[in-house]
């Protein structure tokens, strides 16, 4: 019985997978044994900057490695409308000069799967390019990873199309190589990440502790995306944020959060399927609810979140990193 | 001259071994090894086929075994026109030789990054591999000299109206390597359906008196009746055109198109869009689309190779 869950977390950084990374560290639970990135979000080079940063900053020393540059079948297309071009708003963390790990992410993955065969587990909370050429490099390593957590999907509606969320919509054909290869997933889409808000209280109270860390957060928390030019080519005008009430939606987090407290996400059990070629529906991950197709469970489907546990999980998170 | 750096990649399959044979018989070839993918029929199987058959022909060439699915999982073997074994006809005795432990996209990494030149690429199934080993090693992309193909029809496919088997088994993978940027010679079913043998080619491969002959003779007897039992005339010899278009690229007839996989269609999922009419704007033409050869030479240099492999 191993004394900590090994854990990778494969990511796009990204402000939600910036707290999504506080969260892992802080609780104590894992042994995270890499951080391995790709571009999504922003451009891989931002990407794996802001993990290597952000892993040197709250003193974890694990690989940091590289992954996809590009979705598998086109070019990338990032949502720096949302995360500024280096995907953190424009904070500046301090800068590691730890180097990166020479494999590529999904040897490293790979590496760490055999090393814990049936423990390890991976938050995939980017889009999936790296988790599918790993499938696609070792098929068998379906079988040597506990379970797969993604953040993605969306079992209403998207949030880069009206069915699309960002990270399926990024790599549809990667979304559907994961969901069809027989890992053990768990989909925490952003239905219900959306309703996994802290409260706003313990949420602002947080964030006014002391300590880089959250200062950093605090920062990036400032960050208003929406006066940005590249915003209003994509969304048009809109009214400022009001950053003294604005409490976050953090998808990533919310998805680690699940795996932290296992209480804290209701599931059901499903068949999921990515859309990937209707041009108004790419990216939709669409749920068979009345198993129509009448094919075997393939996902977990997270539904709902336990507000309180999530918010205790961050009250939590807040008193770890503060002076920190 | 220089053997030229080649890998093949196939799903043996009766025309992708009387392309190995032509390769190897050529001496122009370094032949560096043999990647099998799922196609014509399940992955186990080609690559017992080929270390069968290797093993027969007594050529020592290594064997990796590759995808064992195409990228979004569908299988659906090619039995009407390869048997369920993908290889029958022939009788041969079991494989002595044994797979190699390496993952055939490892393989295919290895011997370009060890390569002092750029390799040759020859896929005649589906593109699996190729697609896995461009996702995985993106970096080596660069090192690939040409991709000459089986596989796609600028205008009409076999297994339905659009797509041609190879694209149609794995469309996400083609999409893949046609978009990479590779030089690419497309034989497709544009010349392929040139390069047909009839009963007295069969019988000229017989009369050579060698046993890569007769052995060749015996698989062209299964794959010529496989073809008239499905109605079909046609008893085109698909994957030697690939080799053959490497080998003598002066007597294959090409055109440089720009040509784009499609993945949406209804109807056309696997056609390889050839825009002959530079109809789509901004887009350069990337691959050589091969619509004609000289069928007697081609059949002249196959009875060669059949007579160089004793």
Not at chain 1, 43 to 60: C, V
């Amino acid at each position: 019985m191993l004394e900590k869950r090994p854990l990778i977390i494969d990511c796009d950084p990204g402000i939600d997978d910036f707290v999504a990374i506080l969260l892992a560290n802080s609780c104590g639970q894992f042994d995270i044994r890499a951080i391995t990135t790709l571009g999504g979000n922003v451009l891989p080079q931002y990407t794996a900057r802001n993990a290597k940063n952000t892993a040197a900053m709250i003193g974890l020393d694990c690989p940091i490695g590289r992954g996809a540059q590009k979705p598998l079948m086109h070019e990338i297309d990032t949502a720096d409308y949302i995360h500024g071009v280096d995907g953190i708003g424009g904070v500046e963390l301090p800068e590691s000069d730890r180097p990166f790990d020479e494999r590529p992410a999904w040897d490293i993955i790979y590496d760490e799967a055999c090393k814990f065969p049936g423990q390890l587990e991976v938050a995939a909370i980017g889009p999936l390019t790296n988790i599918a050429i790993l499938f696609r490099k070792y098929p068998e390593v379906v079988r040597l990873i506990k379970k797969l957590h993604i953040m993605g999907g969306s079992t209403t509606t998207g949030n880069h199309s009206p069915y699309g969320e960002f990270n399926i919509w990024e790599d549809v054909l990667a979304a559907d190589i994961v969901f069809n290869s027989g890992v053990e997933l768990r989909m925490v889409g952003l239905d219900c990440t959306r309703q996994g808000q802290c409260d706003k209280q313990v949420w602002h109270q947080g964030l006014q502790k002391p300590g880089l860390v959250i200062s950093k957060l605090r920062e990036m928390m400032a960050f208003d995306p929406t006066q940005t030019e590249l915003y209003r080519q994509h969304r048009g005008i809109k009214p400022p944020k009001d950053v003294e009430n604005y409490v976050p939606g953090l998808p990533d987090a919310v998805t680690m959060a699940g795996m932290i407290d296992e209480d804290l996400l209701q599931c059901q059990k499903y068949y999921v399927m990515v859309e990937t070629t209707g041009p108004l529906t790419y990216g939709w991950t669409m749920v068979d609810w009345n198993m129509t197709t009448r094919k075997p469970f393939n996902c977990e489907v997270a539904l709902k979140v336990d507000t309180d546990r999530i918010t205790e999980l961050y009250h939590q998170m807040f008193e770890f990193y503060e002076g920190k | 001259m220089d053997r030229r750096p080649l890998i093949i990649d196939g799903d043996p399959g009766h025309d992708d071994v009387m392309a190995i044979m032509l390769a190897y018989a050529s001496g122009r070839f370094d032949l560096k090894g043999i990647t099998c993918v799922n196609g014509n029929c399940p992955l186990p199987k080609a690559v017992d086929n080929i270390l069968k058959t290797l093993d027969y022909l007594e050529l020592d060439i290594p064997v990796y075994a590759g995808a064992a699915t195409p990228m979004r999982g569908y299988n659906k073997p090619a039995v009407m026109c390869h048997g369920a074994s993908g290889l029958a006809g022939p009788i041969l005795p079991p494989a002595t030789s044994k797979v190699r432990d390496m993952r055939a996209i490892e393989f295919i990494a290895k011997t370009l990054r060890e390569s002092d030149e750029k390799v040759l690429l020859a896929p005649l199934g589906p593109l699996t591999n190729i697609a896995d080993f461009m996702i995985a090693y993106p970096e080596l992309i660069g090192k690939i000299e040409r991709i000459s193909l089986m596989g796609g029809g600028a205008l009409h496919g076999n297994v339905t109206p659009a797509a041609e088997f190879n694209i149609w088994h794995d469309p996400e993978a083609a999409r893949i390597v046609f978009s990479s940027g590779v030089p690419i010679t497309m034989c497709g079913l544009d010349v392929t359906e040139h390069a047909f043998v009839d009963p007295s080619d069969i019988q000229r491969f017989r009369d050579l008196g060698t046993r890569a002959g007769r052995f060749a003779a015996e698989l062209m007897d299964y794959y010529c009746l496989a073809f008239q039992r499905m109605g079909m005339m046609e008893n085109a010899l698909h994957d030697p055109v690939a080799i053959y278009a490497l080998l003598y690229p002066e007597k294959v007839e090409t055109h440089k198109y720009y040509v784009e996989v499609d993945i949406f269609g209804e109807y056309t999922r696997g056609c390889t869009v050839t825009d002959m009419v530079d109809s789509v704007p901004g887009k350069q033409p990337n691959v050589d689309v091969a619509f004609d050869l000289d069928r007697n030479d081609f059949i002249d240099k196959l009875c060669d190779a059949l007579v160089k492999l004793g």
